[in-house]
T-cell receptor, first 120, second 113 residues
Framework: GAGVSQSPSNKVTEKGKDVELRCDPISGHTALYWYRQSLGQGLEFLIYFQGNSAPDKSGLPSDRFSAERTGGSVSTLTIQRTQQEDSAVYLCASSLALLLAGGPKTDTQYFGPGTRLTVL | GENVEQHPSTLSVQEGDSAVIKCTYS??????FPWYKQELGKRPQLIIDIRSNVGEKKDQRIAVTLNKTAKHFSLHITETQPEDSAVYFC????????????FGKGTLLTVNP
């Protein structure tokens, strides 16, 4: 079946402009994640959505970053007033979420191809 | 919060040799440890994972070991092949927050034919 898709694949913008990055998760996956991968670094957790629950925004690096997930499917990551240090690959992932007695437990995370953001 | 250290940052082996990548974690409440492989220009893909109720897991040429006391886990690849060349990331997540993976910085593995 179709995997996680992201658009655009590449985005070049000028410092100070706003950008929107889109993620389409695997159909049926209720959990959605955003990560940032800077050059030579690991993946940095940004935000997590699970169904209708309040998202975990604890990884967002500043208030210039925000994300929405409408209708429990597509998600948009918005970066306002972009800075050069925002340049990175932004990866989206999705997974099934298992609702167990001890709380939600997420399954394997499947990643999208990423959006490479370059801020000039 | 959780901190994951990964070593080495680069590893070069001859085809057919074994490769070992090691990670340590800081939070004793961590209980889920996946490994991802990322080929150049491609998305990360899960290759194996282990939960804290087991000490070792194998899948063909790949194995992962976990030492909860020492808070470290390792990836072992035997009979390496050129197509194993990639960046490998370890990760850990804490019981009750299994969605929030903390990743190591990655190991670039090069398998020379």
């Amino acid at each position: 079946g179709a995997g996680v898709s992201q658009s655009p694949s590449n985005k070049v913008t000028e410092k100070g402009k706003d950008v929107e990055l889109r993620c389409d998760p695997i159909s049926g996956h209720t959990a959605l994640y955003w990560y940032r991968q800077s050059l030579g670094q690991g993946l940095e957790f940004l935000i997590y959505f699970q169904g209708n629950s309040a998202p975990d925004k604890s990884g967002l690096p500043s208030d210039r970053f925000s994300a929405e997930r409408t209708g429990g499917s597509v998600s948009t990551l918005t970066i306002q007033r972009t800075q050069q240090e925002d340049s990175a690959v932004y990866l989206c992932a999705s997974s099934l979420a298992l609702l167990l007695a001890g709380g939600p437990k997420t399954d394997t995370q499947y990643f999208g191809p990423g959006t490479r953001l370059t801020v000039l | 919060g959780e901190n994951v250290e990964q070593h080495p940052s680069t590893l070069s082996v001859q085809e057919g040799d074994s490769a070992v990548i090691k990670c340590t974690y800081s939070d004793s409440a961590s209980n889920y440890f996946p490994w991802y492989k990322q080929e150049l220009g491609k998305r990360p893909q899960l290759i194996i994972d282990i939960r804290s109720n087991v000490g070792e897991k194998k899948d063909q040429r790949i194995a992962v070991t976990l030492n909860k006391t020492a808070k470290h886990f390792s990836l072992h690849i035997t009979e390496t092949q050129p197509e194993d060349s990639a960046v490998y990331f370890c990760a850990a997540s804490i019981r009750g927050s299994n969605y929030k993976l903390t990743f190591g910085k990655g190991t670039l593995l090069t398998v020379n034919p």
